[in-house]
């Protein structure tokens, strides 16, 4: 009988190790705090640095706005535009965005079409950067880095 306890009390030992190894590394992380990261960004000017690879620091900048109610506005380059954003559960989407019509020659015209292009394409928003930073990534994984500037930094 002592043997058949032993058995018992090694094997039940074994299941509870067993079932604590198994859920170590079995827990998603926590979903984004949607109210969190929706106060990150509103009431922020963001300014565009990158698309991708290329280099954005254009004068006047390249911007964009979340305001509190769902919208979104900014400007290109050369026109303003406004429009609509959902954000849930770390996903983030543009609506149709509407813009002024003012053509400034093909080099502004062509940056603030591969601006605007990029931003109908933006999926989900990067929520490991720092406060004064925003990375939006498209469906194909394409980065848009912006700044805010709000930290009151040394030049600002």
């Known amino acids: 009988m002592p043997t058949l306890w032993k058995r018992m ?5 074994l ?23 929706r106060q990150s960004l509103v009431g922020k000017t963001w300014t565009l ?14 911007t964009l706005k979340f305001n509190g109610d769902g919208t979104v506005e900014g400007f290109g380059g050369c026109n303003t535009f406004t429009g609509t954003y959902t954000l849930t559960d770390g996903y983030l989407e543009f609506g149709p965005l509407a813009a002024t019509h003012k053509s400034c020659g ?5 940056r603030e079409f591969t601006y605007l292009t990029y931003l109908a394409t933006v999926r989900r928003l990067d929520t490991q ?6 990375v939006l990534l498209t469906e194909n994984q394409s980065e848009l ?4 500037g709000e930290s009151g930094g040394l030049f600002w």
């Open 15 to 37: 299941l509870a190790l067993l079932a604590g190894l198994g859920a170590c590394g079995t827990h998603e992380p926590p979903a984004p705090n949607e109210n969190a990261i």
């Open 106 to 110: 093909p080099i502004k015209d062509e």
């Open 145 to 148: 880095k912006f700044t805010s």
């Open 9 to 13: 009390c090694c094997a039940a030992l």
């Open 129 to 134: 950067t720092g406060p004064d930073e925003l």
């Open 49 to 62: 640095h990158t698309i991708v690879s290329r280099d954005f620091d254009d004068d006047p900048p390249l």
